[in-house]
């Protein structure tokens, strides 16, 4: 019963970003927004544990992930050839919750990665969907931010971005944008770094909107049994399993103190 | 395979249908891999570390991968008695394989509860009793680098348990042997070894160390030569089978633990990279014997020739 995904694809998006397109009929057919799967880029010890990805879309029979390296595993995996074979696990943990009309969809940096999956199928069934996208800048994002682009005006999504840079859209964090879209929203989901999330959780609280956050954590065995990746919970909650009570987790029910 | 391999050992007086054990804390309540392997075609399950009363466990980040292997500082968070009793031992009871669970306490008097609060509970097959944690009592030095104490908690879980007693030995030691027959005396029906190995990790930009706990134990394809050593130095000294384990990655790794001296193998992180390790390693143990003219596989136990 080893599980595999087979790589269709693997095409550079941006610099150090790709999609990768994979063929994982079971984990397709189960996944939703917000989870994810194990992939394992090596056969042997180095490097020896799977590496955790967001599923990005599912289309078919295939799973596509979006991903940015950052160390030798994504490095490892951004040089695998269409038609080998990887251990891929999933899809894992608990997704967003989709069930509202004017949800706002916060994304720092690669957190585009689920909520982008997210934003699609809420816009599919009806809902008005907003996504800010955070990131330093724009330059030598070109080819991920047109894809983007002309998905969200073929699902009437509205994309607005926010640069450090002032590369593209507004200058500054993803936050500046938040408290007028807040006015709106009805639900906030959000993926990015630590920091930008807590300020996220921290906007939608006092603007008393329900906020679900996509965490990220190490992670060994991805299933709940090594207990590696645990966040703190908020007073009397112990810590949280990314892998199992999240990575998408009610954001009140987070530490945020203590992340 | 043409020939049928016989894989059935016997460690102590438990019957495993292999000499395949899933190995504590990497293997959480058996349920998270049943989508990943059957469950049923393993030698064991050796349960998270279980204490009498639930624990949080350390501060994250708990884990780190380092070369070949991963340093871990749980801080041997569970569920505590109540909730492994009432929640995860009915699905391990319901399957074939043998139920191992694996001890934590941090005093004799805490053992002896734990082994009594369990006793009588459907299921349960042996204990493993895990000394490397610190004794509370002791000054916080780990159990399981003396003696005296290892025979005294191995006696404190006998008296109160009518199950058989293993216990898993730290290679944090000098010389484990000692350790292994104070055990032995006290009663131990069997020996595992080994636990993990103490490390460290650092993020030399930061300057920080990378487990929030600072040390950690060390695990993985990187420790099996220490494994190795003690398994053969252990058994070549005790009386009692010898489970080993440590950086056991495929069926070509456990057929060195058994001709180092073991009964009986234990899978840990390998688990991790390959939710079906367990099962693969068992398959292929038994392929490695066919492949060598093996028929019994308890021919490999100790026949190193050196
Ligand atoms: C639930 C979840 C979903 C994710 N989804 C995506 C995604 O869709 N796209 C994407 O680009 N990245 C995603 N990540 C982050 C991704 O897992 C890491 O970038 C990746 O593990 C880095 O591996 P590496 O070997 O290249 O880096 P290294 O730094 O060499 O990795 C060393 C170790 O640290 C761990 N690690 C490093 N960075 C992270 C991180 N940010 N989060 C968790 N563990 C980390 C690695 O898994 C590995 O065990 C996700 C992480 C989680 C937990
Ligand atoms: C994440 C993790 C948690 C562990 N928890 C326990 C535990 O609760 N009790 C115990 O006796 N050993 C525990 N161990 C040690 C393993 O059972 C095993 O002895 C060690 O990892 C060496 O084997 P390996 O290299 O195959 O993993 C743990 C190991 C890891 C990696
Ligand atoms: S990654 Fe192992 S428990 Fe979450």
Redesign the pocket.
């Given at each position: 019963m080893r599980k595999y995904a087979k790589v269709v694809s693997q095409e550079p998006v941006g610099a150090g970003v790709f999609l990768l397109r994979l063929e994982a009929p079971a984990v397709a057919a189960a996944t939703s927004p917000g989870t994810f799967v194990m992939l394992r880029v090596s056969g042997g010890p180095e490097p020896l544990l799977a590496r955790p990805f967001s599923v990005h879309g599912a289309e078919g029979d295939h799973l596509l992930i979006l991903y940015q390296v950052v160390g030798r595993g994504t490095e490892m995996l951004s040089r695998v050839e269409p038609g080998r074979e990887l251990a891929c696990w999933g899809p894992l943990g608990n997704g967003f919750n989709l069930d509202c009309q004017r949800p706002l969809l916060v994304a720092g940096g690669m957190g585009v990665a689920p909520l982008w999956f997210a934003a699609r199928a809420m816009a599919e069934r009806g809902a008005e969907v907003s996504v800010l996208f955070g990131l330093a800048g724009a330059g030598g994002y070109s080819e991920l931010l047109a894809v983007l682009q002309d998905q969200a005006e073929a699902g009437k999504i509205s994309l607005s971005f926010t640069t450090e840079d002032g590369s593209l859209g507004e200058k500054g964090l993803v936050t500046h944008l938040m408290p007028q879209a807040l006015e709106r929203a009805d639900r906030v989901l959000a993926c990015g770094p630590p920091a930008m999330l807590k300020a996220v959780a921290s906007l939608a609280a006092e603007a008393e909107v329900a906020c679900q956050v996509s965490l990220e954590a190490p992670m060994?065995c991805g299933v709940g049994a090594?207990l590696?990746c645990v966040v703190p919970a908020v007073p009397g909650g112990g810590y949280l399993r990314v892998c199992q009570e999240g990575p998408v987790l009610g954001a009140a029910r987070v530490d945020w103190e203590r992340l | 395979m043409g020939t049928k391999v016989k894989t059935a050992v016997k460690v102590g007086s438990l019957e495993l249908a292999n000499p395949v054990l899933a190995?504590?804390?990497?293997f959480g309540y058996g349920r998270e891999f049943a989508k990943y392997l059957d469950l049923n075609r393993l030698g064991g399950v050796v349960t998270?570390?279980l204490s009498l009363e639930p624990r949080d466990g350390n501060p994250p980040p708990r884990?780190v991968e380092t070369a070949a292997g991963?340093l871990?500082a749980?801080g041997?968070a569970n569920v505590g008695a109540e909730v492994f009793l009432e929640e995860k031992l009915p699905f391990l009871a319901a399957l074939d394989c043998k139920v191992v669970v694996?001890l934590?306490a941090e005093g004799i008097d805490q053992f002896a509860g734990l082994a009594e609060r369990l006793r009588g509970a459907e299921g349960i097959d042996a204990l493993e009793i895990?000394v490397?944690c610190p004794n509370v009592k002791g000054g916080g030095v780990a159990f399981g680098v003396d003696p005296i104490s290892v025979a005294a908690v191995t006696r404190a879980v006998r008296e109160n348990s009518d199950l058989p007693v293993w216990v898993?030995l730290t290679p944090n030691v000098t010389d484990p042997v000692p350790i292994a027959l104070a055990a032995q005396k006290a009663g131990a029906e069997a020996l595992s070894l080994?636990?993990?190995i103490m490390g460290m990790a650092i993020d030399a930009r930061r300057r920080t160390p990378r487990l929030a706990n600072v040390m950690g134990?060390l695990?993985?394809p990187a420790?099996k030569p220490v494994g190795l050593r003690m398994v053969h130095l252990v058994s070549r000294a005790v009386d009692i089978p010898v489970v080993g384990?440590?950086?056991?990655m495929t069926g070509e790794d456990a057929a060195e633990y058994l001709l180092a001296g073991a009964t009986a193998v234990?899978?840990?992180?390998?688990s991790f990279g390959d939710p079906s390790s367990c099962q693969r390693v068992a398959d292929e143990l038994a392929q490695f014997c066919a492949q060598e003219g093996v028929a019994d596989v308890n021919e490999l136990v100790g026949a190193l020739k050196t």
């Open positions: 060994a090594c590696g | 190995a504590s804390g990497t998270k570390g884990i991963m871990n749980i041997l694996n934590y895990n490397s898993k080994i636990n993990t134990g695990s993985g420790i384990l440590g950086g056991i234990q899978v840990g992180t390998a």
